[in-house]
């Protein structure tokens, strides 16, 4: 059985930098998608960051630039390095886990369908 467990997170102001970390147990067996995802209160879970197996990455296009996904030498923790906080990235983050090969696209809403492992969510709040 895949777990996934978030750690990190917390409280930071306008222009800040928090991490969040993500450790996978189990078997996702060797070809596989980890992805960061985030949900506002009121919407939809959206599709954040994403790093495959080979170690292609993706980033929903308000996070470019500010956001960073990389996964340590054995892609059993995966990290998601956020900086120049807005008061719009909070929410609740969350990391997920999928066998097959990321989505074409991570951004938006309908990436989170690809994904059948999640963690509990850890918040991040981003003052002004």
């Known amino acids: 059985q895949v777990q996934v467990v978030e750690s990190g997170g917390g409280s930071v102001q306008a222009g800040g930098s928090l991490s969040l970390s993500c450790a996978a147990t189990?078997?996702?067996?060797?070809?596989?998608?980890m992805g960061w995802f985030r949900q506002a209160p009121g919407q939809e879970r959206e599709g954040v960051a994403a790093?495959?197996?080979?170690?292609?990455?993706s980033y929903a296009d308000d996070v470019k630039g500010r956001f960073t996904i990389s996964q340590d030498n054995a892609k059993t923790t995966f990290y998601l390095q956020m900086n120049s906080l807005e008061p719009e990235d909070t929410a609740m983050y969350y990391c997920?886990?999928?066998?097959?090969?990321?989505?074409?696209?991570?951004?938006?809403?309908?990436?989170?369908?690809?994904?059948?492992?999640w963690g509990q969510g850890t918040q991040v709040t981003v003052s002004a």
């Open positions: 997920a886990a999928t066998p097959y090969v990321c989505p074409a696209v991570i951004g938006g809403t309908q990436s989170a369908r690809d994904f059948g492992y």
């Open positions: 189990g078997n996702i067996g060797s070809s596989h998608c």
């Open positions: 790093i495959d197996s080979d170690g292609s990455i």
